[in-house]
């Protein structure tokens, strides 16, 4: 069997979010994160509950399993029993997230996707974040607008909470007394020098950081005979990761 790759420690890293998760629902955004929950689902977390983006619950194949109108969506979406993992354009330390603009909003220099739902996500489910590179672009000091919401402006927002952020060279997350950044885990091959350097802010670094878990067997299989064949996940990492 070829060795694992970058984008295959990603996919593991985002599956382990929903580890334990029970009968939620995953909403994943993007490959790599849909590719991690269907693999959740698969291998350790078969209570987990996956759409198809509309009106349906459905199997890690796709397979029809359920409806899922629209009022029952917003009752999992405003009362804690989701999990969405979404995108970032910007994120500070205490994860503050941009997905809207970049610049003054009044005149900005760039628009991006605008606010959208990340408001209600971070406020009333369990939130983490896929950033397919990891930069000072990314990972900035102090977001140009807030759309998901930090740990520093949720006002105690009862089903608020930031767990993860799985990026193409480690795993934060916000295990720190002010619940800002902290390194929780290393990809193999990278370094904590590395990281400082790709992040704009200091970053919280325990005196030994692990390194992400290496799929099983079984894991591997799966992703590359059954969730992936055609190989997406090598091409959403691959185009920005370079081997070092």
Do not use: K
Not at 55 to 61: E, K, M, N, R, T
Not at 75 to 88: E, F, I, N, W
Request: aromatic residues 6%; hydrophobic residues 40%.
């Amino acid at each position: 069997m070829t060795a694992v790759s970058r984008a295959e420690y990603c996919v593991v890293a985002c599956a382990e979010v929903w580890r334990g998760a029970g009968e939620i629902l995953a909403a994943p955004m993007g490959v790599i994160p849909s590719l991690g929950a269907r693999l959740a689902r698969l291998a350790f977390a078969p209570e987990l509950l996956l759409t198809d983006g509309e009106a349906l619950l459905v199997g890690a194949d796709g397979t029809v399993e359920g409806w899922l109108p629209y009022r029952r969506h917003l009752d999992l979406v405003t009362g804690g029993r989701r999990h969405v993992m979404m995108g970032a354009s910007q994120l500070d330390r205490y994860g503050n997230q941009n997905i809207s603009c970049i610049g003054d909003w009044a005149r900005p220099r760039r628009q991006l996707l605008g606010v959208r739902g990340a408001p209600v996500n971070t406020l009333n489910n369990r939130t983490s974040y896929w950033v397919p590179r990891h930069s000072r672009r990314v990972f900035v000091e102090r977001v140009d607008m807030v759309c998901g919401v930090g740990h520093d402006r949720a006002g105690g927002a009862r089903y608020h909470h930031l767990d993860r952020v799985v990026t193409d060279l480690a795993v934060l997350d916000f295990a720190t007394p002010d619940r800002s950044l902290r390194l929780a885990a290393l990809h193999p091959g990278v370094t904590v020098a590395e990281v400082r350097a790709a992040t704009g802010f200091p970053l919280a670094v325990p005196d030994e950081v692990p390194c992400t878990r290496e799929p099983t067997a079984h894991e591997l299989e799966l992703i590359r005979t059954v969730l992936d064949p055609p190989g997406a996940r090598e091409r959403e990492v691959a185009r920005w990761w370079r081997p070092r």
